[in-house]
Nanobody
Framework: VQLVETGGGLVQAGGSLRLSCTAS????????MGWYRQAPGKQRDVVAH???????NYADSVKGRFTISRDNAKNTVYLQMNSLKPEDTAVYYC??????????????WGQGTQVTVSS
């Protein structure tokens, strides 16, 4: 199983970016999916989370600006980021809880994509 993220880059404050993350490999089903971020010298924190049924949760710092969504047919999770601020600068990682058969789910991580917001 592999998670591949795309969509990071450099943007000015107030701008927008859309991150995508697609899971591939031996996948029977995917449960929760989410996005984390890690700024230099800081711990990795959760940004947003979405269940298999579409329920979402957001970190307080991104509420009203970021939107998480998923396309179950494509095994893909998205993060639409609007009104970006310099403090959103970080490496963004996607996660997915994946079952490869009828057994338990395991949590997988993407390789990370850099988002840089200039002031």
């Amino acid at each position: 199983v592999q998670l591949v993220e795309t969509g990071g880059g450099l943007v000015q404050a107030g701008g927008s970016l859309r991150l995508s993350c697609t899971a591939s490999g031996s996948i029977f089903s995917i449960n929760n999916m989410g996005w984390y971020r890690q700024a230099p010298g800081k711990q990795r924190d959760v940004v947003a989370h979405i269940t298999s049924g579409g329920s979402t949760n957001y970190a307080d710092s991104v509420k009203g600006r970021f939107t998480i969504s998923r396309d179950n047919a494509k095994n893909t999770v998205y993060l639409q980021m609007n009104s970006l601020k310099p403090e959103d600068t970080a490496v963004y990682y996607c996660t997915a809880e994946i079952s490869e058969d009828y057994s338990d789910y395991s949590k997988y991580w993407g390789q990370g994509t850099q988002v840089t917001v200039s002031s």
